[in-house]
Structure formats: C-alpha cells, structure tokens
C-alpha cells in the first residue's frame, strides 16, 4: 500500500472507528452506522460567513493560542473525504465481504453522510421487525434476503425515510426509535429522551474532543459508546448499555498492539 494511501486510512480509521461508533457495526452488533463530512468548498463557505467567525478568530489570535488555530484551519472534511475514497477503492479487493459502503448525495449545505453496513446483521434485523419494515420491502419487490445484493440494499436505504427505520437499523433499539420519531414530530418545547450514558461518559466524551482540538496523544481507552437517546428506564435501552459495554471491551481488545489500517482492512475481508 503506498503511504499516501495508509495515512489517509490512519485519520479515517481513527475517526470513524474510534472518535465515531464504526467500531460497532465492524466488530460489534451494530448493523449500520453514519458519519458525515462537509465538502471542502461548503466548508469554506461555512467559515466565511459563520456568523462568529470574527469573535472566534480574535479568541484564537489574542493571546495566541496555537493549538486550537491550527485545528480551525486543519482541513478535517477534507481528510475525511479523501480517507473515504481511498477505503472504497480497497474495498473493491473484498468482493465477499459481508460489509457494503454507501456514499449520500450531498444536501444542500454540502453534507455528504457515509454509512458502513454489516449486511448479516442489517437483514437480521429487517427480519426481526418485518411488519415495521414491509411495506418499503412491497415498494420495492424484494425479500430480506435480496439485500444481500448491495445495489438492492443502497435502494432500500434511500427508502428508509422514516426516523423510526433509521433508529432501528442503527442498534438503537425499535422502541428508542419509535420515541424518537414521535417527540420530533411533536416539537415538543422540553425533550423527554436523554442520553443512555451517564454523567461521567459524558465527561470523558468531553475530554476527548478536547484532546483532539490540541492534538495531544490518546489511545484506545479513549473508545467512546455509540450516541443516541433512549428512554432511560426501559428494558431495552438497558440491554444495549449491557451490550454496547461488553463489546466495547471486545474492540479494545481486538486492536491492542496492532496497526490500525491492518487490523480494520482485515475486518472487511469476513464473509
């Protein structure tokens, strides 16, 4: 691999798997998971014309605070963006691989969201809530099993137009899902849902930005749980605490000595 190639991967590897919830879905029972980048000239634009711009150049500037000056002129998206089409050209060597990668059409700020899909677990899922998700499967003329095809299965994602779906195939549970969509479309001037980590996670997610704004070394304890709001007391938000935490050991576990590019490739290689 030339090592324009595997720098890329590093910081995209890095980011999505470790500062996002990737990890999840390549190692774990997530059956998908997301993340997104801006592209370069709409970041551009976004900076430019962000309305505080001004205050937090001056907050950057004077006293000079070097560190937090190079991440606002880092160009993160673009890495993003380069790192991702670097992976879905490598990923061409895997023609078997029970994952499937699908890029978004960019929205009209300029996002583009990525998704990273465990095709097994994704049908597993559809199968498992099948009436929530028959009428998309009707629409389109296909069984479960068909999503196999990755063509079929980037179809049936454009399909999915509902929060609830989402939710679903994202592991955070049919009910969380289901809530979700119901207090969005209220608007409700109060959020009854709340995050499924407690205070002190919150504080380590916290303290990881912090030392990826000022570029300070980190390591693999700083693996953070996938984000989402749930209702706190139900059956099911606690089984996917339960879960999410077991195998958040597991992935610690799986990278621990070994080069992140390697160890990752190698997980879209599985059948």
């Known amino acids: 691999m030339p090592l324009k190639d595997k720098r890329r991967l590093e910081y995209f590897f890095r980011d999505v798997c470790f500062l996002n919830a990737w990890a999840y879905t390549l190692l774990g029972s997530k059956p998908m998971s997301i993340h997104q980048y ?17 205050s937090i150049l ?27 089409d670097t992976l879905n050209r490598y990923i061409s ?4 691989s029970r994952f499937a990668l699908y ?37 389109q003329t296909v069984t ?29 549970g049919r009910e969380n899902a289901q809530l979700f969509h119901k207090y ?16 002190e996670e919150l504080m380590h997610l916290e303290k990881l930005n912090q030392k990826t704004i000022s570029f300070q070394p980190w390591d693999l304890s700083d693996l953070f749980y996938p984000p989402f709001v749930c209702d706190p007391h139900s059956e099911e938000t606690q089984q996917l605490r339960q879960t999410y935490r077991e195998e958040r050991g597991k992935i610690i576990q799986y990278y621990e000595g070994k080069d992140i590019v390697e160890a990752t490739l190698s997980l879209f290689n599985r059948e």
């Not at 907050?59 to 998206?77: I, M």
């Not at 060597?93 to 078997?96: D, G, N, V």
């Not at 996002?111 to 499967?137: A, G, P, S, W």
């Not at 009854?192 to 980590?197: A, F, G, H, I, R």
Request: with cysteine.
């Open 38 to 54: 801006r592209k370069p000239w709409a970041t551009l634009r976004y900076f430019l014309f962000h309305p505080e711009m001004k």
């Open 58 to 84: 001056l907050e950057c500037l004077w006293p000079p605070k070097f560190y937090e000056l190079c991440h606002l002129l880092d160009p993160e998206q673009l890495k993003i963006q380069l790192g991702w």
């Open 93 to 96: 060597y895997f023609p078997y």
């Open 103 to 139: 890029t978004s059409d960019p929205s009209d700020e300029g996002i583009v969201v990525l998704t990273v899909i465990d095709k097994v677990k994704f049908i597993k899922i559809v199968e498992q809530h099948l009436e929530d998700f028959q009428h998309v499967l009707q629409a």
């Open 144 to 172: 479960p099993e068909d999503l196999f095809d990755n063509k079929k299965l980037q179809t049936f994602l454009k399909d999915l137009n509902t929060n609830s779906l989402l939710g679903t195939v994202l592991g955070f």
């Open 184 to 199: 969005r479309e209220l608007n409700l001037p109060e959020w009854p849902l709340v995050s499924p980590w407690q205070d």
